[in-house]
């Protein structure tokens, strides 16, 4: 799949995190309010994650995400998730360091990499 920037990463993540299907649509103020960013900066990287055919919304509609968009974004939240018990359990780093550094790290590593670090993890039974 395609990459797309860190920031529509987290738009993905966001959408994901609050359920946004075709049989739950999200409104853009929830988006919003989630990431900490105005509705015209969560309407400006919808028309990008349209574009790229990750979300669909009608006009002044409420936000619903395509398979490819749950897929990437879901793909993204469970790295975020695996880096972050990583960080705090077997490194013991603290939970709101851990946090920053997961989604930092979330959008860096390739996939290749992240999926030999999952096995790691998985054989230290965290």
Known sequence: ME????????????MV?????????????????????????VNKALSILKEK???????YGDITLTEEGFEYGNAVLNRHNMLL????????????RAEVEACLMEHAISDESFEKWFAYVEGLGL
């Open 3 to 14: 990459k797309i920037s860190m920031s529509h990463e987290d738009y993905l993540e966001a």
């Open 17 to 41: 995190m609050l359920g946004a299907t075709p049989e739950h649509p999200i409104r853009s103020v929830d988006v919003a309010s989630k990431l900490g960013v105005s509705k015209a900066s």
């Open 53 to 59: 055919g990750f979300a669909e919304q009608p006009y």
């Open 85 to 96: 018990t990583f960080l705090t359990k077997a490194v013991g780093i603290p939970a709101d």
